[in-house]
């Protein structure tokens, strides 16, 4: 028997590099979300205002979709920073990496965020008939909207593809030593 005590379960998958990107993007995206989460939800408290929009017989509040920009906002600043020093430890271009992870985010905004988010607030409403104001649940005290689902759900989507868009295109590892 070894003396040395052989790396088992978590440690010995944490070892492998792969994984260990994957379990911090992982993290760092859930964090990033209860970001998006909390920013979105201070807004909404602190900014009771409502524009509705009417599209044929569906409605539609607008201001949710303004709220829901804002806290994007903050979530990216935050996925940039923790995605750049812990997930994928880049020493690139901060300038040119930012640029890109913004274009990215940009894209998965637009396409979730807003699209698919937008899209679900109608369906829940007028398709299922759950108001966004409804009690989902209520946890230690805290009334969780049925609105705040809509954003768990566009959350899943949004994660994956930032992590292809993050891995594929903006924090590559550089094969040789020519850093910019």
Known sequence: MSTKEQPSGLKKLMQNEKFREIFWYF?????????????????????????????GKWSFDLFVTFINAIAWVVAVVFAYVTNKLFV???????????ISFVAARLFTFFAFELGLFSLSVMVMENACNMPKDDILISIFGIDIANIYLVKLFIAVFVVIANYIFSKLFIFKKKESSDEE
């Open 27 to 55: 993290v760092f995206g859930v964090l990033t979300t209860i970001v998006n989460l909390i920013a979105f939800a201070v807004l909404r408290e602190v900014f009771k205002v409502k524009w509705p929009v009417t599209i």
């Open 88 to 98: 994928f430890h880049t020493k690139g271009n901060v300038k040119k990496e930012f």
